[in-house]
């Protein structure tokens, strides 16, 4: 049965979900429903990952060069294709989380306007 969409999730700026997934990894390496599991904890269920939108992103991640897998045993003994962050990934992740950073002060800026007097 399909998880109802959340409302926000619909609404994810694009490229989000890469920089959760390169994030996830920095902890170690993960098999996609791990990743995902981890992303809808961390954000106390607020987001919700498709294995629609999860694996082409991890394909996706993968081409560029920014994570690796590999095949091995899940822990319920199912063969799992892993993912590790590559030093490449790092480097993205650390520019990505710049630019996110940059995004959140502007919209904040024009959210919440210093009044008057207020620096």
């Known amino acids: 049965m399909p998880r109802q969409e959340s409302p926000l999730q619909s609404e994810m700026v694009q ?6 997934i390169l994030q996830t990894l920095v902890l170690g390496t993960a098999h996609g429903q791990t990743i995902a599991h981890a992303i809808e904890r961390g954000s106390e269920e607020v987001l919700q990952v498709e294995h629609g939108s999860l694996y082409p992103a991890l394909r996706r991640l993968e081409n560029r060069g920014w994570i690796a ?3 091995g045993t899940s822990e319920n003994n199912r063969k799992a294709r892993y993912y590790r962050l ?5 480097k993205q992740l650390a520019a990505q989380t710049s630019r996110w950073e940059q995004l959140v002060k502007a919209i904040g800026r024009i959210l919440r306007p210093a009044r008057e007097g207020q620096s």
């Open 15 to 20: 490229g989000t979900l890469d920089m959760l």
């Open 86 to 90: 590559t030093p490449e990934g790092k």
């Open 69 to 71: 897998s590999f095949w």
